[in-house]
């Protein structure tokens, strides 16, 4: 059980246009997403919260109207880049939960690799 | 906001030995410690998990510690094999209205020799 499925799994664009990357939960309702950003022999970092109806929660540094994140279901998340640039290249993670909380394990999506060209 | 800092970034050991992975937190409300195994390219798996009131927690060849006083927790592999090596993350969450998010150390690289 709990299973995060992503898609696409690797994505090519070119500078100046958008990606929407969807992360979906496929035997479970997931009140609360995350999105990370992994660039390569680095650690996980924290993109934004997003919970099922209303505005995801930003961390501090990272550009809400570049990186737009719609949890329009409990069951579905996405995240699209928008004008992209090279230095958007990155490894792309979802997470999600059945309901956010302390301690509430995160079941982690395979990962969306982004390649700007 | 929470900091989690993880010692070594590299660790190579030679097969059977044992491998010590040491993190420490600077968030005093921090309560939950899980550890993710993640291969190249691959999603973040989780191995263990201790929360604040346990000290220590062991499953098979994977155990963690936990020192709240402190603020470290540490995660110990036994009787290693080729098939652990991969980079290893610790991560700590916050209570309040944080919806558990994670913030993670910055990995180590484990290579386990045959």
């Known amino acids: 059980g709990a299973v995060v499925s992503q898609h696409p799994s690797r994505v090519i664009c070119k500078s100046g246009t958008s990606v929407k990357i969807e992360c979906r939960s496929l035997?479970?309702?997931?009140?609360?997403m995350f999105w990370y950003r992994q660039f390569p022999k680095q650690s996980l970092m924290l993109m934004a919260t997003?919970?099922?109806?209303?505005?995801?929660?930003?961390e501090q540094g990272v550009e809400k109207d570049k990186f737009l994140i719609n949890h329009a279901s409990l069951t579905l998340s996405t995240l699209t880049v928008t004008s992209a640039h090279p230095e958007d290249s990155s490894f792309y993670i979802c997470?999600?939960?059945?309901?956010?909380?302390?301690?509430?394990?995160?079941?982690f999506g395979p990962g969306t690799r982004l390649t700007v060209t | 906001g929470e900091n989690v800092e993880q010692h070594p970034s590299t660790l190579s050991v030679q097969e059977g030995d044992s491998a010590v992975i040491k993190c420490t937190y600077s968030?005093?409300?921090?309560?939950?410690f899980p550890w993710y195994k993640q291969e190249l390219g691959k999603r973040p798996q989780l191995i263990i998990d201790?929360?604040?009131?346990?000290g220590e927690k062991k499953d098979q060849r994977i155990a963690v510690t936990l020192n709240k006083t402190a603020k470290h927790f540490s995660l110990h592999i036994t009787e290693t094999q080729p098939e652990d090596s991969a980079v290893y993350f610790c991560?700590?969450?916050?209570?309040?209205?944080?919806?558990?998010?994670?913030?993670f150390g910055q990995g180590t690289i484990l290579t386990v020799h045959p």
């Open positions: 997470s999600a939960s059945e309901h956010g909380g302390v301690g509430i394990e995160q079941y």
């Open positions: 035997d479970f309702q997931a009140t609360t």
């Open positions: 997003s919970n099922e109806g209303s505005k995801a929660t930003y």
């Open positions: 968030d005093s409300a921090s309560n939950y």
């Open positions: 201790i929360r604040s009131n346990v």
């Open positions: 991560a700590a969450t916050a209570g309040g209205t944080s919806y558990g998010k994670l913030t």
